[in-house]
C-alpha cells in the first residue's frame, strides 16, 4: 500500500511541475500564427501521463540530492522531453504512418487540424524541445551533454526515428526475436532511456552514475514496451486512450506476436529486476525511480 500511495504521489506531482512547465513554455493559442500553436497544445495538454519528464525528474533526484529535494529547473528538461514525445505521437498518427484518430482519449492532431498542420506542429514541437534543452538551468557542460544524449536518441541510428523506420518496414511480414528487440529498443526504448539518462546528468551524475541509469533505462524502456504490446490485445480502445488492436491488424512487430502474451509478461518483469538490480549502489535514495519503474509494467492503461 505504501508503495502505491508514494506512486500515486510521485506521478501526480510529476504530472503538475510537468504542465506548469509546458504551460510557461508553449506559445499561447492567440498567439500568431494561432493554428500551430493551438495544434501543439492540443496534443501536449491531450492528458499524458508524463512518464519520461517523472523518470528524468526522479532520477535527477536520486543523483543530486539522493532521493532529497528536485534540483531546480529540472521541470523543464521534462517538458523538453514530453515535446519530443508528443511531436513523435503526432507524426506516428498520420495517415502516411500509422493513421490512427485517437490518441489520449481525443482525436488526433491531424483530424482536429489538418494533416499540413499536424506535421508542423510536430516540426514545431521538436523544434521548441531544442530550445528549452539549450537553455537548461544547469552547468553548461552537462547542458551539452544532455542535448548530445537526446538528439542521439531520437535520431536514426538506434534512435526513435531509425525505430519508426523498422516498424513501417517491418509490416506485414513475420516478426522475429530479433526485429521486434531493435525496434522496441530504438522506437521507444531509447527515449525511455535518455529520459532516465539526462534527468541523472542533470542531477549531476559521474560516469559510473550514468553507466548504471543507461543499464536501468534500457531495460525498463524495453519492458514498458513490452507491456504496451500486451495492453494492445487485451484491452479495449476506451481503457487505452487509443484505438485498440492496430498492432494486431497491422501485423506489426509486437512482443505478444514473437513470445505470446504469457512470456512476454514474464521478461517484462525479469527485465524490471534486472533494471532495479543496477540501481542498487543508490539504496533507498533510488526507491522513487523504482517505483516508477515498477508502475510502468503493471499499469492497465
Not at 525498463?220 to 494492445?232: K, N, P, R, S
Request: glycine content about 10%.
Amino acid at each position: 500500500m505504501q508503495v502505491e500511495v508514494q506512486v500515486k504521489d510521485i506521478l501526480e506531482s510529476g504530472v503538475e511541475l510537468t504542465d506548469q512547465a509546458l504551460e510557461r513554455l508553449l506559445p499561447s493559442g492567440d498567439t500568431v500564427p494561432s493554428s500551430i500553436h493551438r495544434a501543439m497544445r492540443h496534443s501536449t495538454f491531450a492528458g499524458g501521463k508524463r512518464l519520461r519528464p517523472v523518470l528524468a525528474m526522479e532520477a535527477a533526484r536520486m543523483i543530486h540530492n539522493r532521493g532529497g529535494a528536485l534540483p531546480k529547473g529540472v521541470a523543464d528538461l521534462g517538458a523538453a522531453l514530453e515535446m519530443l514525445h508528443t511531436y513523435s505521437l503526432i507524426h506516428d498518427d498520420l495517415p502516411a504512418l500509422d493513421n490512427d484518430d485517437l490518441r489520449r482519449g481525443k482525436p488526433t492532431c491531424h483530424v482536429v487540424f489538418g494533416e499540413a498542420i499536424a506535421i508542423l506542429a510536430g516540426d514545431a514541437l521538436q523544434t521548441l524541445a531544442f530550445q528549452t534543452l539549450a537553455r537548461l538551468a544547469c552547468p553548461a557542460p552537462a547542458t551539452v551533454e544532455i542535448i548530445k544524449l537526446v538528439s542521439d536518441a531520437v535520431g536514426t541510428v538506434d534512435g526513435m526515428i531509425g525505430g519508426q523506420v523498422l516498424d513501417i518496414e517491418g509490416e506485414g511480414t513475420q516478426p522475429t526475436a530479433e526485429s521486434v528487440d531493435a525496434i522496441h529498443r530504438a522506437k521507444t526504448g531509447a527515449l525511455i532511456r535518455v529520459s532516465v539518462v539526462s534527468g541523472g546528468v542533470y542531477g549531476g551524475a559521474h560516469a559510473e552514475d550514468v553507466a548504471r541509469l543507461t543499464e536501468f533505462g534500457r531495460k525498463g524502456g524495453l519492458a514498458f514496451q513490452i507491456i504496451d504490446d500486451i495492453l494492445d490485445v487485451t484491452q479495449n480502445s476506451e481503457q487505452l486512450g487509443k484505438t485498440a488492436g492496430k498492432d494486431l491488424t497491422s501485423v506489426k512487430a509486437t512482443w505478444p506476436a514473437v513470445f505470446g502474451l504469457e512470456e512476454s509478461r514474464r521478461q517484462a518483469d525479469k527485465l524490471i529486476a534486472e533494471a532495479f538490480a543496477a540501481l542498487e549502489p543508490y539504496g533507498a535514495a533510488a526507491d522513487g525511480l523504482k517505483a516508477v519503474a515498477r508502475y510502468l509494467v503493471e499499469r492497465t492503461h
